[in-house]
C-alpha cells in the first residue's frame, strides 16, 4: 500500500512522522486514531487494515509514530509514557477536527485511556486490543523492576522481533506515575475491548479490569477464545472492523 509520510515538529519534542487521510467530501463522522503498541509502529498489521478500510468508507484516518519509533525522529530511550502520550495529543490537535475515535493496541490502549482523559470533549470512542494500562506496575517483576532502578534500564529477548525488548527506567518511572486502575476512568463515551484469552503478554482479566473502571455505561467486551496477545489473524482484524463499523 503506498502512502505519504508526513511531518510535523512537536515544540520541545521530536519530528513526528504521521499520515492522514482526510474524510471524502460529504463523508461525515468521526476520525480514527491508531495508537500503536511498544516498541510498534503506524505500519502494523492492524493499523494498516483499519486505513484501508477506513479509504474504503471514506473516513478521516490518522496514524502515527511516537518519537523514536518508526519514522519518527528521537531516540526510543530517551522516552517516556507521558512523552508519547503528548505525541499524540499534538498531532490530533494539530491535523484533525471534530471528534475522534482512538484504536490503541496494546500499550497503545494505555495511551488511549490518558488521551482520552486530557481530550474529554473530542474523544467519542475508544476500542482498545489487548490494552495494557499499567504495565509497568504488573507486567515485571520484583527483580526486574530493580534492575530498571539500579541499571537504568533492562534488556529482555523480543518474540516479535529481532531488536531486544528494552524498558527504561525514564520510562517505567513515567509509567508508575501514570496509573490508571486504582481509581475510576472518567469517560462516559463508547468503550469496546478486544482481548485474546490465550494472550500470554497481558492477561485477558485486565479487560475485565479496565471495563470495570470505566464511568461510561456503554462498554462492551470481545473475548477471543483461541486469540494472542497481537490478535493479527485475518478473522481477529474482521472483529476489529466490524466493532469499528458498529461504533457508527
Known sequence: ????????QRPGGANLAYCYTPPKPGVKGTTLVFL????????????????????????AMLRLDYAGCGASEGAFEEQSLIDW????????????????????SSMGGWLMLLVALARPMRVKAM??????????DWGFSQDQKMTILREGKLEEPSEYSDEPYVTTRTFWQSGEANRLLHKDIAFDGKVRLLHGQQDEDVPWAYA????????????????????????SRDQ?????????????
Open 85 to 104: 502520550r503528548e505525541d499524540v495529543l499534538f498531532l490530533i490537535d494539530k491535523v484533525t477536527s471534530g471528534s475522534i475515535t482512538l484504536i490503541g
Open 236 to 248: 481477529d482484524i474482521a472483529l476489529l472492523i466490524d466493532v469499528i463499523a458498529r461504533l457508527g
Open 127 to 136: 476500542v482498545g486490543i489487548a490494552a495494557a494500562p499499567d504495565f509497568t
Open 1 to 8: 500500500m503506498e502512502y505519504d509520510i508526513h511531518y510535523m
Open 208 to 231: 475485565l479490569e479496565i471495563a470495570k473502571k470505566m464511568r461510561s455505561a456503554d462498554v462492551q467486551m470481545h473475548l477471543v477464545k483461541d486469540g494472542d496477545h497481537r490478535l
Open 36 to 59: 500503536p503498541g511498544y516498541m510498534s509502529d503506524m505500519d502494523g498489521g492492524k493499523a494498516l487494515a483499519v486505513d484501508a478500510w477506513a479509504k474504503t468508507q471514506g473516513c
